[in-house]
C-alpha cells in the first residue's frame, strides 16, 4: 500500500463512473440518506437499523460521513440526489480493506451498487495499490452476492450463525479478491469473445490434467499402503 494514501483519498473525494457520482456527503443530503435509510427493505439484511430522525442523521453526516476520506456518497448524475453510499475500511498494516454498501431500494436492479464497487476497487488496486480488498454479508443477500461476483470477488468462507441481528442468529459470507485476481479479471474484461472462449479451454484443460494427475497419483498411493 503507498505510504501517501491520504493524499490519493483526498485526490478522489469525488469519483465519476459513467453513469454515477460518488462524492462526500454534506448536511443537505439529509433529508435523502433519511429517506433510504429508514427503508426496512434496505436495512434487512445489515446490522444497523437507522437513526430514524432527521437529528440522528445530521449527527452521522457530521461525525461520521463528512470526516472520513473513504465514505462515499452515491449519486446518479444529474439527478440531485443521493441513492446510497458505499465505504472502505482500510488495514494499512496488512495493505488491504473491507467495503461495504447500501442503496435505496427505489433504484435496485440498475446496476448502481456495481458500478460503484467497481470505482472503488480501482482506487483500491491501481492508485492505493492494495493487496487485497474483502467484503462480507448476510446468507440470504442474493442481490450483494451477484454484485461482488460482478466485479471479480470470489467466495472464500461462510460461516454459521455466527453473528446477532435484530434477534436472529445470521450466517456471513464472506467474499474477497487480491490484487492479481483483480487485474487478471480486469484483462477478461478486454478480451474478444473469442479470446474467451479459447482462455475458457485452456483453464478446463488445465483443470482436467490437474484432476487426472490428482486420481492416478492417488491411485499409486493407495496401491503402495496396499502393499505395506
Known amino acids: 500500500m503507498v505510504k501517501n494514501y491520504n493524499e490519493i483519498l483526498y485526490e478522489n473525494h469525488t469519483m465519476h463512473t459513467q453513469r454515477l457520482i460518488l ?6 443530503d439529509a433529508n435523502f440518506l433519511l429517506e433510504f435509510t429508514s427503508n426496512t427493505a434496505a436495512l434487512e439484511y445489515l446490522f444497523w437499523e437507522g437513526t430514524g430522525t432527521i437529528e440522528g442523521t445530521l449527527l452521522d453526516i457530521y461525525n461520521t460521513y463528512m470526516l472520513v476520506p473513504t465514505f462515499w456518497g452515491i449519486e446518479p448524475a444529474n439527478a440531485g440526489k443521493l441513492v446510497g453510499y458505499i465505504a472502505l475500511r482500510l488495514d494499512a498494516d496488512h495493505d488491504k480493506g473491507r467495503v461495504g454498501y447500501m442503496l435505496s431500494p427505489a433504484i435496485w436492479g440498475k446496476g448502481y451498487a456495481t458500478e460503484a464497487l467497481a470505482a472503488v476497487l480501482k482506487l483500491g488496486f491501481d492508485e492505493l495499490k492494495l493487496n487485497r480488498l474483502e467484503a462480507d454479508f448476510f446468507g440470504g443477500n442474493e442481490a ?6 460482478k466485479n471479480g470477488m470470489r467466495f472464500e468462507s461462510m460461516a454459521r450463525q455466527s453473528r446477532i441481528a435484530k434477534g436472529k442468529y445470521i450466517d456471513m459470507f464472506n467474499y474477497g479478491i487480491t490484487s492479481k ?7 477478461t474484461l478486454s478480451m474478444s469473445k473469442e479470446e474467451k472462449n479459447a482462455a475458457n479451454l485452456t483453464a ?6 490437474t484432476n487426472h494427475s490428482a486420481f492416478f497419483s492417488s491411485r499409486m498411493k493407495w496401491k503402495e499402503y496396499g502393499r505395506k
Request: net charge positive; proline share 4%; aromatic share 16%.
Open 181 to 187: 485476481m483483480y487485474f487478471d479479471f480486469i484483462d
Open 23 to 28: 462524492r462526500r456527503m454534506q448536511p443537505s
Open 144 to 149: 450483494s452476492r451477484r454484485v461482488l461476483e
Open 204 to 209: 478446463l484443460y488445465c483443470a482436467q490434467s
